[in-house]
């Protein structure tokens, strides 16, 4: 099983500032087959980034993902108030699909 | 608009079983691979089950493997989870979870999950 170990656990930041979420995994992610999600209180989660670096449908392109083999980086240039939220790492490309354990970013 | 509607939940005794539904809509289901992920109360996020279009080709959690069967009726647009000797660390909300198209996908639609409780 890939472990998935997401940094920092709590982020906390003014709007207008950009944000850096660290996602390594414990063996290489097949593929880049990573994906970042995004998640508010009393919501499901929401797909941002998939193939480490691809915009799902809808989402701004102030959310960025970058990274391969088994470091990865989910970057918000500059923070919107609805920004603020848990953020999830997934693999899935192996039969166990894993998530990290998330980061909370929150308002400074 | 797709929409996943998940149902079955409730409170079970340890030991006993439970069968979790998700009636899918506003897309073409058997064209897709569909996942069930838990949350515990205050925790993160755990993948449970995936299934191909077909069920063909079916994948589980190493937590679950063994208690746990997932399945889905095509013609009825829905996806199951069958989850048998049911233990106090199953309590979570499950999400049903639509992949983008294949089982080696990342999950795009997710609806807004059923809680199971387990305890006596």
């Known amino acids: 099983e890939i472990v998935l170990t997401q940094s920092p656990g709590t982020l906390s930041l003014s709007p207008g500032e950009r944000a850096t979420l660290s996602c390594r995994a414990s063996q290489s992610v097949s593929s880049s087959y990573l994906a970042w999600y995004q998640q508010k209180p009393g919501q499901a989660p929401r797909l941002l980034i998939y193939g480490a670096s691809s915009r799902a449908t809808g989402i701004p392109d102030r959310f960025s993902g970058s990274g391969s083999g088994t470091d990865f980086t989910l970057t918000i240039s500059r923070l919107e108030p609805e920004d603020f939220a848990v953020y999830y790492c997934?693999?899935?490309?192996?039969?166990?699909?894993?998530f990290g354990q998330g980061t909370k970013l929150e308002i400074k | 608009e797709v929409q996943l509607v998940e149902s079955g939940g409730g409170l079970v005794q340890p030991g006993r079983s439970l069968r979790l539904s998700c009636a899918a809509s506003?897309?073409?289901?058997?064209?897709?691979?569909m996942n069930w992920v838990r949350q515990a109360p205050g925790k993160g996020l755990e993948w449970v089950s995936g299934?191909?279009?077909?069920?063909?080709?079916?994948a589980y959690a190493d937590s679950v493997k063994g208690r746990i069967t997932i399945s889905r009726d095509n013609a009825k647009n829905s996806l199951y989870l069958q989850m048998n000797s049911l233990r106090a660390e199953d309590t979570a909300l499950y999400y049903c979870a639509k992949s983008q198209i294949g089982l080696w996908e990342p999950i795009d639609y997710w609806g807004q999950g059923t809680l199971v409780t387990v305890s006596s």
């Open positions: 506003g897309f073409t289901f058997e064209d897709y691979a």
């Open positions: 299934i191909s279009w077909n069920s063909d080709s079916i």
């Open positions: 997934q693999q899935y490309g192996s039969s166990q699909r894993t």
